[in-house]
């Protein structure tokens, strides 16, 4: 079992629909990281978060710390909205503190 | 934008070639990382380093080695290329780990 699970694997959507990834982990952790990455490869972080909730534009990332969950939720999805979302966590202890383990990525496609 | 850069982007050779994947930012950040991610698959650390002179091996054995001689350059090289190397690889950095990650555009190598 992953340390860092995402659901849905896959996801589609028609323009204009709410949209909810989320991502469970089973460590303790320093912080939780939200990332875009597009065909061709290019990563982009979204947020990054150790609580409580973070909203950029229609992107909003929620962190419950007890229930070791986190939701990324984008609020009147576009298509060019369509790209891998990968949740990743840092390590809390010792010499590898703040290191990232990820998850394997929501493929998100919105249509027109 | 983040301003780190890697070359080439993409990058077709032969088995038995020494080949180095370049990796540079200007944005002072002490601590630096190499990513390998295979197509629809997650990223997995091969390589860090959190300031000159230092360097460690990541979670995914690798066959490749960096150094660390100036803040601001992480070069990685396979000494020996084989067709097990071909994968995508990812520089980040970022100030610490109290902070996001900043990732390069990727390199896309494949070995024949």
């Known amino acids: 079992k992953n340390e860092v699970e995402q659901s849905p694997q896959n996801l589609t959507a028609q323009e204009g629909e709410f949209i909810t990834i989320n991502c469970s982990y089973s460590?303790?952790?320093?912080?939780l990281h939200w990332l875009q990455q597009h065909p061709g490869g290019g990563i982009v972080s979204l947020f990054m978060?150790?609580?409580g909730k973070k909203k950029h534009g229609r992107l909003i990332a929620t962190i419950n710390i007890q229930e070791k969950h986190s939701s990324l939720h984008i609020t009147a999805s576009h298509p060019r909205d369509s790209a891998v979302y990968i949740c990743?966590?840092?390590?809390?202890?010792?010499?590898?503190?703040?290191?990232?383990?990820f998850g394997q990525g929501t493929i998100l496609t919105v249509h027109p | 934008e983040a301003d780190i850069y890697q070359t080439p982007r993409y990058l077709v050779i032969g088995t038995g070639k020494k080949i180095t994947l370049e990796c540079s930012q200007t944005?002072?950040?002490?601590?630096m990382y190499w990513y390998q991610q295979d197509p629809g698959m997650e990223l997995h650390l091969i390589h860090y380093s959190y300031g000159v002179n230092s360097t460690e091996k990541g979670d995914l054995s690798s066959e490749s080695t960096v150094s660390r001689i100036r803040t601001e350059h992480f070069p990685l090289t396979l000494e020996s290329a084989r067709p097990s190397h071909t994968s995508q690889y990812l520089c980040?950095?970022?100030?610490?780990?109290?902070?996001?990650?900043?990732f390069g555009p990727g390199t896309r190598l494949t070995v024949l």
């Open positions: 978060l150790s609580s």
């Open positions: 944005m002072g950040h002490d601590k």
């Open positions: 460590v303790g952790i320093s912080a």
């Open positions: 980040a950095s970022r100030k610490d780990v109290y902070n996001e990650q900043f």
């Open positions: 990743a966590v840092g390590s809390a202890g010792g010499t590898s503190y703040g290191k990232l383990t």
